[in-house]
């Protein structure tokens, strides 16, 4: 069973910036294809960025790419997403993914592409 355990939210004023972290227990991470999804109450779930386990290949939705970047490191078992010029449009709660598999990159902003969450960490951008 995989553990994943998010940190790093807060609140932040536009322009700003936060990094998340998700430190995984019971695998490795190396072994686990990682993603971000964040939510605003109320509506959809969304798709942020991912990392495939294999290659480290990432990607990112339109609405973040160029200000937030996913990566690994491996020797702390651990995935973070870097997240600059934060705007308010960003506030949410963000959530790590993992997954066993090894997805085809058109897969990685599935939510079904995952099997194991973690509980979430709150992101406010505000002034």
């Known amino acids: 069973q995989v553990q994943l355990d998010e940190s790093g939210g807060g609140l932040v004023q536009p322009g700003g910036s936060l990094r998340l972290s998700c430190v995984a227990s019971g695998r490795s991470i190396s072994t686990l294809a990682v993603a971000w999804f964040r939510q605003v109450p109320g509506k959809e779930r969304e798709f942020v960025a991912a990392l495939k386990r294999a290659s480290g290949t990432t990607t990112a939705a339109s609405s973040v790419k160029g200000r937030f970047t996913v990566s690994r490191v491996n020797a702390k078992n651990a995935a973070y997403l870097q997240m600059n010029r934060l705007e308010p449009e960003d506030t949410a709660i963000y959530y790590c993914?993992?997954?066993?598999?090894?997805?085809?990159?058109?897969?990685?902003?599935?939510?079904?592409?995952?099997?194991?969450w973690g509980q979430g960490t709150q992101v406010t951008v505000s002034s």
């Open positions: 993914a993992a997954g066993t598999g090894n997805p085809i990159t058109s897969s990685l902003s599935i939510e079904s592409t995952y099997d194991y």
